[in-house]
């Protein structure tokens, strides 16, 4: 199985976005260093400068060639199904088919579900009508919106291959949503052995249901400096303990810093315990530097076999 090294894009303030990023200037850096594909997360509002998943990935679509697109994940809950659909369709249909749909539920958390006149309650339904639904709308199938015998339908055109969906979220429900709707599982927050064993929960699910299991995949939140020994994590291990509430502890086994080899020896204890695609979060306004050093990182993987496995 060949390893897929993405990046994400700098879209907040919290991880190096600026109001003078150039996204597809920065888009095609990561192209031309040689990373697979480019990924934003989704928020309405966020409590600090976020910007929108969709024109991020148009952008970022129409400045490259060949790197793939990547929600990492998109919320469909905060909004109508067709329109979600919409926007989907039209970034596979501008990027060429580059699309790499990752899906989540959220936290539920904040002021955007109110703001989307959403109840928090209601997005973990909300996502799996929404998935339901994809398919036929993407293929320009009559598809209805809603739960009623006669209830209403559309028809989306263009009609466009449907993307490789990607389910983010690490509890049983996620796992299940992965292998009902998923070709991969896009894990988050994760330490190489929980991982593991997400991953071998997904595959019994996949094996009760007769289907085969879906890849697995992982989003890393990582520093790397030029030199070795550089304490690159503690800064990410202090922004992930305030961010998301963990202690300490478990913040400093999920953040990623260092040299270029000491960061790969890290992915691959990721690689081994079942990532195919793993996504690099970078920190710092340094976004093409990181870039540059997370295409060393990847080569070093390559390099060490990590990629045929």
Not at 165 to 175: D, Q, T, Y
């Amino acid at each position: 199985m060949t390893l897929h090294v993405g990046v994400q894009l700098p879209v907040n303030s919290a991880r190096g976005y600026a109001d003078d990023v150039d996204i597809a200037r920065v888009a095609r850096h990561a192209e031309e260093v040689g990373l697979e594909s480019v990924w934003t997360g989704d928020h309405l509002s966020a409590g600090f400068p976020v910007l929108d998943s969709s024109l991020v990935l148009a952008t970022a679509a129409v400045a490259t060639r060949r790197i793939r697109v990547g929600y990492g994940v998109m919320l469909p809950a905060l909004r109508p199904r067709a329109w979600a659909a919409k926007q989907i369709g039209t970034l596979q249909h501008l990027s060429g088919g580059r699309v790499l749909l990752g899906v989540g539920v959220g936290s539920g958390a904040g002021e955007e579900w109110a703001a989307a006149g959403v109840s928090p309650t209601e997005r973990g339904r909300r996502t799996d009508r929404f998935l339901q639904a994809l398919p036929g709308l993407l293929a320009g199938r009559p598809t209805a919106l809603t739960d009623a015998p006669q209830g209403a339908q559309v028809t989306l055109t263009p009609r466009v291959p449907m993307p490789e969906v990607w389910i983010g979220g690490g509890a049983e429900a996620a796992l299940r949503r992965t292998v009902a709707h998923g070709r991969g599982w896009l894990a988050a927050m994760k330490t190489p052995g929980q991982l593991a064993q997400g991953a071998a929960r997904l595959a019994g699910l996949a094996a009760e249901g007769g289907v085969p299991a879906p890849r697995t995949g992982i989003l890393v939140f990582t520093r790397v400096s030029e030199r070795a020994g550089t304490d690159a994590a503690a800064e990410i291990a202090g922004y992930l303990a305030t961010a998301y509430g963990i202690d300490r502890e478990r913040a400093a086994a999920l953040a990623l810093g260092g040299g270029p080899r000491q960061v790969a020896e890290r992915l691959r204890e990721y690689a081994d315990a079942g990532a195919g695609t793993i996504v690099l979060v970078p920190f710092g306004a340094d976004t093409r530097q990181q870039y540059d050093l997370f295409a060393q990182v990847r080569s070093l993987l390559l390099d060490e076999g990590v990629a045929a496995r």
